[in-house]
């Protein structure tokens, strides 16, 4: 391969690398709260870029939360590694949604969250320590509606 086609192939690996991972993270902006959403295969993993969730806030990240039960992927993790700070009736709400989740045969787990803000998640289905652990339980859990569904 000369130099020239050598240089325009890279070029070219560069763009599709730079538009694959362009894809993968964004950050939506609501009227209250950002958040960054990142867009795996099996799951998505929010992570609200809020230190504080206020219940002025719990609307917002209600409607977004609940809006991936319609997605093609409905499975959700959800960090709160920079939330050091929420109210009691918004983590209420939060294990709600995960209820529901899972009532509805997906996956909700949260992950990440500040040992001082662990008391408020003490009744919570699926929490990990990291994210890594929460892909791992996607994971498992979809190899058990599989499994479940094979015996229907």
Request: aromatic share 10%.
């Amino acid at each position: 391969m000369t130099l020239s086609k050598k240089n325009n192939f890279y070029k070219i690996l560069d763009k599709v690398n730079y538009q694959a991972n362009f894809h993968l993270f964004y950050i939506h902006t609501y009227s209250i709260m950002s958040v960054k959403i990142d867009t795996k295969e099996k799951f998505s993993v929010i992570i609200p870029e809020t230190s504080e969730i206020s219940a002025n806030m719990s609307d917002e990240l209600k409607e977004l939360l609940n809006s991936y039960l319609n997605h093609s992927i409905p499975h959700v993790i959800l960090s709160l590694r920079n939330v050091k700070k929420m109210d009691n009736g918004v983590a209420e709400m939060i294990l709600n949604i995960q209820v529901g989740f899972y009532e509805k045969n997906c996956s909700f787990i949260i992950c990440e969250t500040l040992k001082e803000l662990m008391f408020l998640f003490e009744n919570s289905i699926n929490i990990t320590p990291t994210e890594s652990e929460a892909w791992d339980i996607i994971q498992m859990e979809e190899i058990e509606r599989e499994l479940l569904n094979d015996f229907d």
